[in-house]
């Protein structure tokens, strides 16, 4: 039976999880503060973090810290766009794939997400999304069966303050577009933080 490639409305985040030790680079020594824009949630700011503002450019490798709010809690979380990959989809011969998929680019994108606290979050997910030359932001494709160009699972259970998880996820550019950033998209009204793509 073939393996299916499916469109996620939300980025599912992997199951690896990491220790402090390998955590990305501790945020700058800063007082609390509360949210910097009216468009996300307010937070109580954990102490010595800092939100990284709405529509700031980062370098892949840098880290963000955003308030990251579900249907009961509000967290902070620092997320860290590491890498970015151009596969081919030769890597999906396996996958039964739609004639617009096959005609796409998939790219596959490393993010590192921890809960810097202070709630815990019931799901771990993140709403990460790619950008394109066409103007559309569209979120992560999700994979039903194994792959090994990219691998990220379902995390089950509570995303604990300190918790940190490893994922991979797969963006399909459509044809005869280019992908520009992956957004980290705390609301639908705020300007995301980007990584662009070079």
């Keep these: 039976m073939s393996l299916l490639l499916l469109l996620a409305v939300v980025v599912v985040l992997g199951v690896t999880a990491c220790s402090d030790d390998e955590a990305e680079t501790s945020p700058p020594a800063t007082p609390s503060v509360t949210s910097p824009s009216a468009d996300v949630p307010r937070v109580n ?6 939100l990284t503002e709405t529509g700031t450019m980062l370098k892949v490798g840098e880290p963000a810290w955003a308030a990251y709010a579900d249907a009961k809690q509000v967290s902070v979380l620092r997320v860290t766009v590491s890498k970015v990959v151009k596969g081919s989809t030769r ?21 590192t997400v921890r809960n810097e606290g202070p709630r815990p979050l019931p799901q771990a ?14 979120p992560a494709n999700a994979l039903i069966g194994s792959f090994e160009r990219c691998t990220a ?8 303050p300190g918790d940190a ?23 639908r009204d705020a300007e995301p933080i980007s990584w662009p793509v070079r």
């Design 125 to 138: 997910a993140v709403p990460l999304y790619g950008f394109d030359s066409t103007d559309t932001a569209f």
């Design 165 to 187: 998880v490893r994922t991979c996820l797969v963006y399909l550019v459509p044809p005869k577009a280019t992908l520009e950033t992956i957004q980290l998209r705390v609301t």
């Design 153 to 160: 699972a379902p995390l089950a259970g509570r995303f604990e």
């Design 91 to 111: 890597d999906f011969r396996t996958f039964e794939l739609s004639a617009k998929q096959r005609a796409s680019t998939p790219f596959y994108v490393s993010a």
């Design 45 to 50: 700011v954990p102490k010595g973090i800092t």
